[in-house]
């Protein structure tokens, strides 16, 4: 059915300008959050935690149904881009904290951008393309295989090589040794596996790979938020995220990560409505 949808709304956008398919997108978002009550429910719990415990539940579920529709607009984005001009996107989209990315680049050993589910990062990294950084992304291979071959061949032509997060490894440490911008999404709920963190007031468990990549390969680490204002975009850069060694790298890994998580956790907390994680994030067993 994804599939079928992305291949419709990828010929209707042919015809049609994006504040249409936006138009469409806010209309839809509350039907897509009704037919799907699995990704709904962990939506709610999810907005819940980050509004906190005096959040009165009609507030959460109003701030759901926006977050279905800007999930719609993120959607509707990534499939004009590839007909857009970079040019013209290039003047609705602000960076705050560009500095530090060239900081990272000038040191010649590459940089780890940890991002989350949040506004629209596939953009912040054409944009990033455009300016002419060489960016690579770690993506999830998405089902069904046909669908993840449309989505990925999308973000390889805005300039994004797309590196499979399940046998990518290789092709990780050759961008970073390549001196290339890494985006890596951190917010991918773990059980068992993982580094534990907090995350709004509660633990969690988060992949550690960006860390370990980045101890590794001697590479800056960043996090960043691109968040949709109206009809604007801004990304928003930490500064450098280094740890001093201590010479416990499980330990120097954790905090890393934990720097990453609490400084998304701040630009989450401006924008509830546009982090989109369907999945639960604080599992019962962290």
Same mark, same amino acid.
């Given at each position: 059915?994804?599939?079928?949808?992305?291949?419709?709304g990828?010929?209707l956008?042919?015809?049609?300008?994006?504040?249409?398919?936006?138009?469409?997108a806010?209309?839809?978002?509350?039907?897509v959050a009704?037919?799907w009550?699995?990704?709904?429910?962990s939506?709610?719990?999810n907005m819940?935690?980050v509004?906190?415990?005096s959040a009165?539940?009609t507030?959460?579920s109003?701030r759901?149904r926006?977050?279905?529709?800007?999930?719609?607009?993120y959607?509707v984005?990534l499939?004009?881009?590839?007909?857009?001009?970079?040019?013209?996107?290039?003047r609705?989209?602000?960076i705050?904290?560009?500095?530090?990315?060239?900081?990272?680049?000038?040191?010649?050993?590459?940089l780890?951008?940890?991002?989350?589910?949040?506004?629209n990062?596939?953009?912040?990294?054409?944009?990033?393309?455009?300016?002419?950084? /060489?960016?690579? +992304?770690?993506?999830? *291979?998405? @089902?069904p295989l046909? &669908?993840? %071959?449309? #989505?990925?061949?999308?973000?390889?032509?805005?300039?994004?090589?797309?590196?499979?997060?399940?046998?990518?490894?290789?092709?990780?440490?050759a961008?970073?040794?390549?001196?290339?911008?890494?985006?890596?999404?951190?917010?991918?709920p773990?059980?068992k596996?993982?580094v534990?963190?907090r995350?709004?007031d509660?633990?969690?468990?988060?992949p550690?790979?960006a860390?370990?990549?980045?101890?590794?390969?001697?590479?800056?680490?960043?996090?960043?938020?691109?968040?949709?204002?109206?009809?604007?975009?801004?990304?928003?850069?930490s500064?450098?995220?280094?740890?001093?060694?201590?010479?416990?790298? /499980?330990?120097? +890994?954790?905090?890393l *990560?934990q @720097?990453?998580?609490? &400084?998304? %956790?701040s #630009?989450?907390r401006?924008?509830?409505?546009?982090?989109?994680?369907?999945?639960?994030?604080?599992?019962?067993?962290?």
């Amino acid at each position: 059915m994804i599939y079928w949808a992305h291949l419709i709304g990828s010929f209707l956008l042919r015809f049609v300008p994006p504040r249409v398919g936006y138009l469409v997108a806010s209309v839809l978002g509350p039907l897509v959050a009704a037919c799907w009550p699995g990704q709904y429910r962990s939506a709610w719990e999810n907005m819940a935690r980050v509004l906190g415990p005096s959040a009165d539940p009609t507030e959460v579920s109003r701030r759901v149904r926006e977050m279905f529709r800007n999930y719609g607009k993120y959607v509707v984005d990534l499939l004009w881009m590839p007909r857009a001009s970079l040019h013209d996107l290039e003047r609705n989209f602000h960076i705050v904290g560009l500095d530090h990315v060239e900081q990272a680049i000038n040191r010649g050993n590459g940089l780890v951008m940890v991002t989350a589910h949040l506004g629209n990062s596939d953009l912040g990294a054409a944009i990033l393309a455009h300016k002419g950084f /060489a960016v690579s +992304a770690i993506v999830e *291979t998405l @089902r069904p295989l046909r &669908w993840n %071959e449309r #989505v990925q061949r999308i973000r390889e032509q805005v300039g994004v090589q797309a590196i499979p997060l399940e046998d990518g490894a290789r092709d990780m440490f050759a961008a970073l040794r390549a001196n290339h911008i890494l985006g890596v999404l951190i917010d991918r709920p773990l059980v068992k596996e993982g580094v534990p963190v907090r995350f709004f007031d509660a633990m969690t468990r988060v992949p550690e790979g960006a860390a370990r990549l980045a101890m590794r390969t001697g590479a800056g680490v960043v996090a960043v938020g691109v968040v949709r204002r109206g009809r604007r975009f801004v990304a928003h850069v930490s500064p450098l995220l280094d740890v001093e060694p201590s010479g416990d790298r /499980a330990r120097d +890994a954790q905090e890393l *990560t934990q @720097r990453a998580v609490d &400084w998304l %956790e701040s #630009v989450i907390r401006q924008h509830p409505d546009q982090w989109f994680m369907f999945r639960d994030m604080w599992p019962k067993e962290a």
